[in-house]
T-cell receptor, first 114, second 119 residues
Framework: AQSVAQPEDQVNVAEGNPLTVKCTYSVSGNPYLFWYVQYPNRGLQFLLK??????LVKGSYGFEAEFNKSQTSFHLKKPSALVSDSALYFC????????????FGTGTRLQVTL | DAGVIQSPRHEVTEMGQEVTLRCKPI?????LFWYRQTMMRGLELLIYFNNNVPIDDSGMPEDRFSAKMPNASFSTLKIQPSEPRDSAVYFC?????????????????FGEGSRLTVL
């Protein structure tokens, strides 16, 4: 069975500071890893994904994530946070056998303040 | 382009009533997913279809839940009879699926959700 852990319910960052939202995963095969963002009363929006290749993946709105196989992690990062980045962030995993059958983490609320 | 369209956006009903949630996926997408979101359980995949065929319904909670996709542009999720514990936000998502690991793998487009309250 595949699973994702997001250890932090909430991350607080000041605007302009770098941010990291943590994610670790467990799959039986090679992982496909994803980050989605959810704004209040909206559906989830795709941010970025790792399928294969370069471990550093760049996505929308200046976000990036690094795949670390030895640590089974896929942390989301941004060099300089904006207040408008405040939202709920979900990490998700699937594998070569399940492809788009994503298993989502519990979500991390990012709060960026002035 | 129109995104995934769900209706109703809000539904309040009484225990025992039938509830039908509707979804229109993005034109050209060949996979459709129904998710349920609650504070306690987070996001759960209920069922997904590929080319209108149910591929995996292992997440459907029980026989009270059923889902159909009669054609490529429409899907329904029905709960009969509804119970208070079914209260949640139900999301429909669609994607353009190709080979596993292909360009579109895992890129789901979500609707804005249907918030269901069962009293």
């Amino acid at each position: 069975a595949q699973s994702v852990a997001q250890p932090e319910d909430q991350v607080n960052v000041a605007e302009g500071n770098p941010l990291t939202v943590k994610c670790t995963y467990s799959v039986s095969g090679n992982p496909y890893l994803f980050w989605y963002v959810q704004y209040p009363n909206r559906g989830l929006q795709f941010l970025l994904k790792y399928i294969t290749g370069d471990n550093l993946v760049k996505g929308s709105y200046g976000f990036e994530a690094e795949f670390n196989k030895s640590q089974t992690s896929f942390h989301l990062k941004k060099p300089s946070a904006l207040v408008s980045d405040s939202a709920l962030y979900f990490c998700a995993v699937s594998d070569t056998g399940t492809a788009s059958k994503l298993t989502f983490g519990t979500g991390t609320r990012l709060q960026v303040t002035l | 382009d129109a995104g995934v369209i769900q209706s109703p956006r809000h539904e309040v009903t009484e225990m025992g009533q039938e509830v039908t949630l509707r979804c229109k996926p993005i034109s050209g997408h060949n996979s459709l997913f129904w998710y349920r979101q609650t504070m306690m359980r987070g996001l759960e995949l209920l069922i997904y279809f590929n080319n209108n065929v149910p591929i995996d319904d292992s997440g459907m909670p029980e026989d009270r839940f059923s889902a159909k996709m009669p054609n490529a542009s429409f899907s329904t999720l029905k709960i009969q009879p509804s119970e208070p514990r079914d209260s949640a936000v139900y999301f429909c998502a669609s994607s353009r699926e190709g080979l596993a690991g292909g360009a579109n793998t895992g890129e789901l487009f979500f609707g804005e959700g249907s918030r269901l309250t069962v009293l």
